[in-house]
């Protein structure tokens, strides 16, 4: 379970997209196929035309409409193997339309009978030999992870591979990259000069992963966001910006982000919560501060020093991400009211611990920790990121180092 604070002001937020990309060794120049279907040997192995055939794994579906209508219902968490197969199908989908904006006519053959020139799209299975080039091409799969590829092109054939279905899209939109195509904006695309495309290309092998695991930005938007601008942050290899339509994120492995201040003021705000335990809120002034139910009003902060506060909010989330309103978050943003003027719980205990940062440093740690017991005894059914942010008060380090050291 992550936390991650976010040091500046939430409201528009963008991580660095990095990749680390590096050459992979072509083992022996020798024709073959993974097929039984001999390859003629070329002068250059990395200079052939664009193949228009595409090779993928459908199964358990036929076609790749039949695998594109069954993603509203598909269960994408239990059933991973149709999961894999509408992905990928999409990724052939997405391939086969931009090489049409350019003039190519490509077909999609989910058959796995990928003798001669074509664009192989394959997951890494363990069980069966590397998907690699004629040649032989090592990849080194375990430095993928879940959303790098590789793409290894050789004598007519170009393979892009994945340990995942998201890392595959990705591979797609890169080799689609390396083609000319570009997405500055969702509701356009730059398409190559037709002509770059025919005759002979000179294809490069790539292994790429991202060094950054959650890139993208923060939406103030009610969800979902426009189907456009989620396909967009996914051509670009971004997997944050608001919510998409559930099926939509799914597919395109878009990791669902909300919430912000209004959590805790709503689970802190409840009728009786106050009356019954008035110890898990704020004391400012040297009087115990409710958190007020009207979302315009700047609202106290609840004792983030109490356990039993933490376990509570712990509780009431998990709740909530597994059957309520947060089922598509896999971020869910946890933000204190955190102004110029001190909202914060200055109560002994408080004070105790150390100053605001680690006050909700503090109560980060055991909402995470909570969360990550949930998931493993599997009352929660996926992993969240919990994130946090500072902001004023929580902007200064903090002083409490058994609090630091619960976060590592």
Not at 135 to 151: E, F, M, N, R, T
Not at 272 to 288: A, Y
Request: aromatic share 12%.
């Amino acid at each position: 379970m992550g936390l991650r604070g976010m040091m500046n002001r939430p409201t528009c937020w963008m991580s660095v997209l990095a990749w680390g990309a590096f050459t992979v060794l072509v083992a022996a120049c020798s024709s073959g196929s993974d097929s039984g279907v001999p390859h003629s040997p070329i002068a250059d192995p990395y200079s052939f035309p664009l193949p228009t055939r595409i090779f993928v794994r459908l199964a358990p579906f036929t076609t790749v409409d039949d695998a594109l209508a069954a993603e509203a219902d598909l269960d994408w968490l239990r059933d991973p193997g149709s999961a894999n197969a509408v992905t990928t199908a999409y990724a052939a989908a997405e391939l086969r339309d931009h090489l049409g904006q350019a003039g190519i006519a490509a077909s999609i053959d989910g058959s796995e009978a990928s003798a001669g020139p074509a664009i192989i799209l394959r997951l890494n299975d363990p069980g069966v030999p590397s998907p690699a080039s004629p040649s032989g091409v090592v990849i080194d799969y375990s430095q993928l992870g879940d959303q790098g590829y590789a793409i290894a092109p050789y004598d007519g054939r170009v393979v892009v591979t994945a340990n995942t279905r998201v890392g595959l899209l990705y591979g797609v939109y890169a080799l689609l990259e390396q083609l000319g195509f570009a997405w500055y904006d969702p509701y356009g695309t730059h398409v190559p000069e037709p002509a770059t495309l025919r005759g002979n290309l000179r294809w490069r092998t790539v292994q790429a992963s991202p060094r950054i695991g959650l890139r993208g930005f923060w939406i103030y938007a009610s969800p979902p966001i426009p189907d456009e601008f989620a396909i967009w942050l996914a051509r670009n290899r971004l997997n944050l910006g608001g919510r998409p339509r559930p099926e939509l994120r799914m597919k395109l492995g878009i990791r669902g982000w909300g919430g912000h201040h209004d959590l805790l003021q709503q689970e802190f705000s409840r009728p009786g919560l106050f009356e019954q335990h008035p110890e898990w809120f704020g004391l400012v002034d040297g009087v115990r501060r409710p958190v007020t139910s009207e979302v315009e009003d700047v609202y106290f902060n609840p004792a983030f020093c109490n356990s039993a506060a933490a376990d509570y909010f712990a509780a009431r989330l998990i709740e909530r991400l597994e059957y309520g309103d947060l089922q598509d978050l896999d971020v869910v943003n946890v933000w204190p009211a955190d102004d110029r003027f001190n909202l914060f719980d200055q109560s002994a205990e408080a004070h105790a611990l150390g100053n605001e940062t680690d006050n909700i440093l503090f109560f980060y740690s055991t909402v995470a920790a909570r969360l990550q017991a949930a998931y493993s005894t599997g009352v929660l059914s996926r992993r969240v990121t919990l994130a946090g942010f500072a902001y004023f008060l929580t902007a200064q380090p903090p002083t409490n180092q058994s609090v630091v050291a619960e976060l590592e």
